[in-house]
């Protein structure tokens, strides 16, 4: 088995499994970070908070 990073996303997403949410963390600067019910809300959270750097993929 191979680890690694092997996204070029701009993102990261995480769910806490405590509180059920998911998190968007932008990958160059994790202190930038969004939480959302869905990983689509955590994604444009994420988005507004970067002024539209973030590239949604989500749909």
């Given at each position: 088995?191979?680890?690694?990073?092997?996204?070029?996303?701009?993102?990261?997403?995480?769910l806490d499994?405590?509180?059920q949410l998911f998190w968007a963390s932008e990958?160059?600067?994790?202190?930038?970070?969004a939480s959302?019910?869905?990983i689509t809300e955590?994604?444009?959270k994420l988005n507004e908070k970067t002024n539209g750097l973030v590239q949604q993929y989500a749909n």
């Amino acid at each position: 088995m191979r680890f690694g990073n092997f996204s070029n996303r701009e993102y990261r997403i995480a769910l806490d499994t405590e509180t059920q949410l998911f998190w968007a963390s932008e990958k160059r600067d994790p202190n930038i970070k969004a939480s959302g019910v869905t990983i689509t809300e955590a994604l444009n959270k994420l988005n507004e908070k970067t002024n539209g750097l973030v590239q949604q993929y989500a749909n």
